[in-house]
């Protein structure tokens, strides 16, 4: 982790939420619109279809809502379809059992009667017992790395689609973003970004969750193309995502610096799959992903 990582504490000073975040917080709050039934909205400034981590975070809200506050334990999504950014989400929560210390849901994502997206959603109270975990890699301070907006500077119009989407997290590359590393011609097997949403959240650990989930779908497929040395923006790169799993390992706050490492073992068949280890500042390990990704490459 960072050189002043160890013993560091959770910084809880309040931090205003930023315009995005506010948004980002607007979309959590899904309208209960029938028994187990939420409809989740899109933002003003949208990508060409849903963003794939704005369907597992409201999934996760409209699964959450529904567990008791048991803490959530693990989601496994499988994207089925592109979402119409100009129509809401329903979604539906299917409850498959609720032990004494743990539940089983599953979420179906759809519009117009056609299904978007399923996840599957595991919540199971904190327990003792065994404990081990990867330390997290050495890299620098956040604090002495630039915001993401900053590396579009000279990019303005590669990275349009990036520039004008919503940004509710504070990101800093801990190594040059793909789009700086093509203009140098190296490659890179891995990528490595603090993250921390945009000002302080509320105290609901549901909501930290799920943005943390939001943020989880954001640079995790870079090391698929940084390992070929390409960027996005700069070739011709389709990609799309065809599931993503995430596992919550211990209790967090999301509003707290948070280190996403990621690399990618493998791509084959035209889609690529890549890992990612969300560490705290002081190196505990707080959650793990993995999402493959349909990836073309178009020279």
Do not use: C
């Amino acid at each position: 982790m960072s050189s002043s990582a160890s013993g560091s504490a959770v910084d809880t000073a309040h931090r205003d939420p930023s315009p995005d975040l506010r948004v980002l917080l607007d979309l959590l709050d899904l309208e209960e619109t029938g028994e187990d039934t939420y409809l989740g909205r899109h933002p003003e400034k949208v990508w060409s279809r849903t963003f794939g981590g704005q369907l597992v975070s409201q999934a996760i809200v409209a699964a959450g809502r529904t567990a008791n506050g048991r803490p959530l334990h693990a989601v496994n999504a499988h994207f089925v379809r592109g979402g119409d950014v100009k129509k809401p989400i329903e979604y539906h929560v299917e409850r498959h059992r609720d032990g004494r210390n743990l539940a089983n849901r599953t979420v179906t994502a759809s519009q117009d009667g056609a299904e978007l997206f399923v996840m599957l959603a595991a919540f199971q109270d904190w327990g003792k017992g065994l404990e081990h975990a990867h330390e997290g890699p050495q890299v620098p301070d956040p604090e002495t790395l630039p915001r993401i907006e900053e590396s579009f500077a000279g990019f303005e119009d590669k990275l349009t689609m990036f520039i004008n989407a919503p940004h509710p997290i504070d990101m800093r590359y801990t190594n040059d973003p793909a789009w700086i590393l093509k203009g140098t011609g190296a490659k890179l097997n891995h990528n490595r970004v603090w993250m921390r949403t945009d000002g302080s959240l509320p105290d609901d650990p549901l909501l930290q969750v799920a943005a943390l989930a939001y943020a989880s779908d954001t640079t995790v497929l870079d090391s698929i193309i940084t390992t070929h040395g390409l960027s996005w923006g700069l070739d011709r790169i389709i990609a799309a995502t065809v599931n993503h799993s995430i596992w919550f390992h211990r209790p967090f706050r999301f509003d707290d610096w948070t280190l996403y490492a990621t690399e990618s073992p493998v791509a084959a068949g035209s889609r690529g799959l890549a890992t990612g280890r969300f560490y705290s500042r002081s190196g505990e390990l707080l959650a793990t992903t993995v999402q493959e990704g349909l990836i073309r490459h178009f020279p």
